[in-house]
């Protein structure tokens, strides 16, 4: 049993990239004493602890449906483990809530596991790959953090709901992304600005990049998640030739060094 989770009364496992749904687990974490946050990133985690009462998944929309990360996570969790607990999924999307929830709780199922609770939060939407970002950060994360607080109040209070089965047609949008989106780094490029600081390396959850020469290289198991581009400092990492006039992103609340130290610390 991992020391990580000996003390602990509550678990969030979270994926996110630029912050929104760190910010999330975050709030969660705050609201319940004796929580503990683990990025899914890392990988499958060791047994819980018995003390462990709630586990929740905090993960952003992935076109349509779960990030693949989250998908080889959730295949890989002991069943056994996880009997008897609170169960919850949160997540965050910028456009449709779609498939994602009700995809996620699919999987659980068929790990003979019901989630007791689930909710979609709309956040600001920062996929630059596709598209320019609206300018209204203020706005739209006041609006997101007002509309999280009754989410973060059922959770803390155990509430249930019911959450319906998943829909074919966002199953084959998700999985055609899923499966381009390994390759996708190969479109990346540094320009000379890039003064490898390592940010990139350090914040990307799935450990898909390295310092090579002092720039950052690929290994392409990317999962477009984005970072890298959104909190480069010197705006150094762009996609083909889409992105080097859109803005940037990452939540108000969660600078790289929020990011970096939730992922090394697991609190």
């Not at 609206?134 to 155990?158: C, F, H, L, Q, Y």
Request: aromatic fraction near 10%.
């Amino acid at each position: 049993m991992s020391d990580m989770f000996s003390q602990a009364r509550n678990v969030v496992f979270y994926f996110s990239g630029t912050g929104n749904s760190l910010k999330v687990a975050k709030e969660i974490a705050a609201a319940m004493p004796g929580t503990v946050l683990f990025s899914i990133g890392s990988g499958v985690p060791p047994a819980l602890g018995v003390g462990v009462e709630s586990v929740g998944f905090v993960f952003p929309n992935y076109f349509m449906g779960v990030p693949a990360a989250v998908q080889r996570f959730a295949e890989g969790l002991d069943a056994g483990d996880l009997q008897g607990k609170y169960l919850y999924a949160v997540t965050t999307h910028g456009g449709s809530a779609a498939n994602c929830l009700r995809g996620f709780a699919a999987r659980m199922k068929a790990k003979g596991l019901e989630l007791d609770y689930g909710a979609s939060l709309k956040m600001f939407s920062n996929y630059v790959l596709l598209y320019d970002m609206k300018e209204d950060v203020d706005g739209i994360t006041a609006k997101s953090n007002a509309d999280m607080r009754p989410i973060i109040d059922d959770i803390a209070a155990r509430h249930k709901n019911k959450i319906g089965g998943p829909l074919g047609l966002y199953n084959i949008i998700t999985n055609n992304f899923v499966k381009s989106a390994p390759d996708k780094d190969k479109g990346y490029h540094i320009s000379d600005s890039c003064t490898g600081c390592g940010i990139c390396e350090k914040l990307c959850p799935v450990n898909n990049i390295r310092i090579e020469n002092g720039k950052p290289a690929y290994s392409h198991r990317c999962e477009v998640c984005v970072a890298c581009i959104q909190y480069c400092p010197e705006r150094a990492i762009d996609y083909k030739n889409l992105t080097q006039k859109r803005g940037r992103y990452h939540h108000p609340d969660i600078s790289a060094a929020d990011f970096i130290k939730a992922r090394g610390s697991g609190l």
